[in-house]
Every structure is written in structure tokens, then in C-alpha cells.
């Protein structure tokens, strides 16, 4: 057998809102830059601190409401990006 048993492990993640570890293909990535912008990463391949939540409005909701990105980045997000996320995740009628 040659299946390739690639690094599985390191694509883990943990949603900062309902700390369930999914691979991270599952999740939304927010990445802080090394200038300290911050923006959600469509691609999640941009280079920076990253923070995972899952693709549900549940954890967006929750993000925004505890503010999770605030304390996992150490700085003060911009309510903008904490709409957007939650944007991103709810149905909009
Ligand atoms: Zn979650």
C-alpha cells in the first residue's frame, strides 16, 4: 500500500466560538496581518495569526456576541468585521 497518510493532524482546527475541532476546510478563517489588519480570509491562505470559526450562524452569532476574535487576536476588532462574518452566515429574507 503507498496511501499517502499526509499530515491529517495539522489541518485540525478549533472553532473559537464552539470549540469543536473540525479540519480546517470546514471552518471560516480570520487572519490578523503583521500590521495588524485584520480580514476574513476567503481563501484561507493568507499569511498571518489565524482564527477558525465554523461556517454556521450559531458560532458567527456567538462570535460577535462574546466578541471571541477580540481575545484570540489581543486587540479590538472592528464591528464591521464581525457583521460581516455574521452577514456571511445568515439568511437574508
Ligand atoms: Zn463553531
Do not use: W
Not at 499569511?47 to 461556517?55: D, F
Amino acid at each position: 500500500m503507498t496511501q499517502k497518510n499526509s499530515s491529517k493532524q495539522t489541518q485540525m482546527r478549533r472553532c473559537v466560538s464552539c470549540r469543536e475541532i473540525k479540519h480546517k476546510s470546514e471552518f471560516l478563517r480570520i487572519v490578523k496581518l503583521a500590521d495588524g489588519n485584520i480580514f476574513v480570509d476567503e481563501t484561507g491562505k493568507a499569511q498571518g495569526r489565524g482564527a477558525y470559526v465554523c461556517r454556521l450562524e450559531k458560532c458567527a452569532l456567538e462570535l460577535k456576541k462574546r466578541r471571541r476574535l477580540d481575545k484570540q487576536f489581543k486587540t479590538k476588532v472592528p464591528d464591521e468585521i464581525y457583521n460581516h462574518i455574521v452577514d456571511l452566515f445568515t439568511e437574508h429574507f
